[in-house]
């Protein structure tokens, strides 16, 4: 396949009215998810030297922002997009300006916690804001189908770029800057997107004397798909902390970025691929085999003894990381009522951020008891973790009626 084949499908997407824009604003926007966790990383380790306080202050404001992003996003279905979007993002620069403060300055540790939960509890899911702007805007299912694609290469994107400018920035400048740099993008994304209304979906119009009606979101489908992520977030989380403790290790902790865009680097070329596939079987069938797959990918990171190797193997794994997430993302297209979108597509994210969190703790944990070497048995068994939930979660699916308002056509099981 020639790669003028490969991207005609997604060039056809900027057919629909406003695409390029908020497409290019939710780019920069979702900077923040690929450098605030390493950054306070790198942050926090520079300045105490404890990796395990790093990864407990990073794992607590994936955390925070796993349990706030979802009410962001149910406010943004009553309310638009727009105005909450400016909201997140002023508090966003506020507060994580306050974090940065509070670590430079070391003060009581607790205030460093304290921040990084408001800091973290401000951000709203950008790549859920996104996604539903394809879906309102995309009425072929197929074409849906490569945008999510296309939206999961534009984070793995993200992940190339951003870690090793983060890793860059704090090394060759001062720890603080990365972080800074990727919230300063990330805002004002946020902010450009947040005047794109007229590709956001339409609010449903409330009836007057009536109360408005919550569409039904959380459902046992949904929630299968969400722990799965949740098992696949950890691995994420995992792979920042050790990565870094790893090429520290190793005397060249500016590789650390090298190896993170490596990782993510698969998924942008699997994630290209993977969307313009006509693939067998259902959504939920290609959800389970994708979850498998990347428990199996997982499994060669034991084999990691240097750098090169780290290098290559990452590559390698990552190729199993954006068909399982678009999977996923697809199957939840397929089966939440149009009016509660963006809180169904954020609630897997939640999944894959309180992950993050359990990841980044234990990670940190395990690079000061046991050495980085042996710490990467922490993201391959939480891959593996992740390749039994997910089929939990397609034995539910199975079983699992599509609830009403869910574009049906799409959520054969």
């Known amino acids: 396949m020639s790669p003028r084949t490969l991207l005609t499908p997604y060039a056809d997407l900027f057919g629909a009215p406003g695409t390029r824009a908020f497409s290019l604003a939710g780019l920069f926007a979702r900077v923040p998810m690929a450098t605030v966790g390493l950054g306070s990383v790198l942050l926090v380790e520079g300045e105490t030297g404890s990796y395990a306080l790093a990864g407990a202050v990073s794992g607590t404001l994936a955390l925070s922002f796993a349990v706030a992003s979802p009410q962001w996003a149910r406010a943004m279905d009553r309310v638009g ?128 004397g009536q109360p408005r009606v919550r569409a039904r979101v959380l459902t046992p489908g949904l929630i299968g798909i969400a722990v799965t992520y949740l098992a696949i977030g950890t691995v994420f989380g995992a792979m920042d902390v050790v990565v870094v403790g790893f090429a520290d290790a190793e005397g060249r902790p500016a590789a650390a970025g090298i190896a993170l865009s490596a990782y993510a680097g698969g998924s942008l070329v699997a994630g290209l691929v993977y969307g313009i596939a006509k693939l067998p079987g259902t959504l939920v069938t290609r959800f389970l085999v994708c979850a498998v797959l990347f428990a199996l990918a997982a499994q060669s990171l034991h084999l990691v003894g240097s750098l090169h190797a780290l290098v290559a193997i990452a590559f390698l794994a990552g190729l199993s990381i954006a068909p399982v997430l678009v999977a996923g993302m697809s199957v939840v297209e397929a089966r939440v009522p149009r009016a509660g979108l963006t809180e169904g597509l954020t609630w897997t994210s939640t999944g894959l951020t309180v992950g993050v969190t359990a990841g980044s703790a234990l990670a940190g944990t395990a690079v000061d008891a046991w050495g980085a070497e042996a710490a990467f048995a922490v993201p391959a068994l939480g891959a593996a973790a992740a390749g039994v939930l997910g089929i939990v979660a397609w034995l539910v699916l199975r079983r699992s009626p599509v609830p009403a308002g869910a574009p049906a056509e799409q959520a054969a099981a």
């Open 81 to 208: 997009q727009g105005r909450v979007l400016r909201a997140t993002a002023l508090l966003y620069l506020v507060l994580g300006v306050a974090f940065v403060t509070v670590v430079l300055a070391d003060a009581p540790r607790w205030t460093w916690f304290v921040l990084a939960v408001l800091a973290g509890a401000s951000g709203a899911n950008v790549g859920s804001v996104v996604r539903s702007r394809w879906a309102h805007a995309l009425p072929d299912p197929t074409q849906r189908q490569t945008a999510f694609a296309f939206e999961s290469v534009a984070d793995e994107v993200v992940f190339v770029v951003a870690p090793p400018l983060v890793t860059f920035l704090a090394a060759l400048i001062a720890p603080p800057v990365g972080f800074l740099t990727g919230l300063l993008v990330g805002v004002v994304g946020g902010l450009v997107l947040s005047r794109l209304d007229a590709t956001a979906p339409p609010v449903a119009p409330r009836v007057e």
